[in-house]
Structure formats: structure tokens, C-alpha cells
């Protein structure tokens, strides 16, 4: 799409929640149920590495992953999101490259996710990505992906 724009780690605290409160209903079960969004937001602004999309001014496709555990060398996505009128625009995928591409660069060993068992539509993504299934908790999966 033309007019998308990528950065890494520039959104804002405001940024990150105004976004995932436009993916709130996407997310199953909606974002809210499980965590404040807002201090959801302000963990991610200031602990994550972001990967994001932006279109005029407005993030709408966000990728945060934790890369603090450096003596296991896993790194940990914590969210995936895109607005759903810019969804299908492999956004999600570029964001994935991207922090896979960071984890092999910054000498991680594996990338860890947890995710919905019903949201089929991410646990077919991530498979694509070389994402398996590892362990099943309640109601989600966690995956994993060797980097190296």
C-alpha cells in the first residue's frame, strides 16, 4: 500500500493505547478482558521493541516484542495487531520479518508467542513463519521459533 511507512520504537504511550483501543474487538477475547489497556501500553512503550506501521500519521499495525531475557537468549512477542481496514495488506508479515530478522541480528536463539486457540487466523500466520505449537495454557498456545 502506498503511503505506509515503517519505524522501530518511535510510537508514544498515547500512540500504542490509541491503537489497541481500535483493536480491542478484534483481539478474542477482546484486549480489555485481559489486561488495562493503558498500562498494557506503557509496559510496551517502555519495555518493548516496537515494530510499526504507520499510514498519515496514525499506527495502524504494531508489533511489540520483549527482548530482555538475554541469558536464555529468547525474545517474547507480546502483541500483533492491525487495524482492520488495513488488514490483508501483509503488514503483519512485515512486522513478523522484521523482528526476526532483530532477534537473528541481536544473537537471540528463539522467539516465544502466546496466542488464542481461537484465533485461527494468527496460528496459521505464525506457522507460516516457522512458529510451532509447544504447550497448550487454558485457553491459548504458546509457540515457538528457532532464530538460529
Known amino acids: ?30 484486549l480489555e478482558k485481559s489486561v488495562n489497556i493503558f498500562d498494557y501500553s506503557k509496559k510496551i512503550a517502555e519495555n518493548s521493541i516496537t515494530f510499526e506501521a504507520w499510514h498519515e500519521g496514525i499506527l495502524v499495525s504494531l508489533l511489540a516484542a520483549y527482548f530482555n531475557d538475554i541469558t536464555s537468549q529468547r525474545g517474547f512477542i507480546t502483541n500483533v495487531s492491525t487495524l482492520s481496514e488495513f488488514g490483508r495488506l501483509g503488514l503483519a508479515k512485515n512486522l513478523l520479518n522484521k523482528c526476526i530478522l532483530y532477534a537473528f541480528e541481536h544473537g537471540f536463539d528463539e522467539l516465544d508467542l502466546e496466542v488464542s486457540i481461537q484465533n ?29
Open 1 to 30: 500500500m502506498i503511503g505506509i511507512e515503517y519505524k522501530v520504537n518511535h510510537a508514544t504511550i498515547i500512540d500504542i493505547c490509541s491503537h489497541l483501543e481500535k483493536c480491542n474487538a478484534f483481539y478474542q477475547p477482546p
Open 120 to 148: 485461527l487466523k494468527a496460528i496459521a500466520l505464525y506457522q507460516t513463519f516457522e512458529f510451532k505449537r509447544t504447550e497448550l495454557r487454558g485457553s491459548s498456545v504458546l509457540m515457538k521459533r528457532k532464530i538460529k
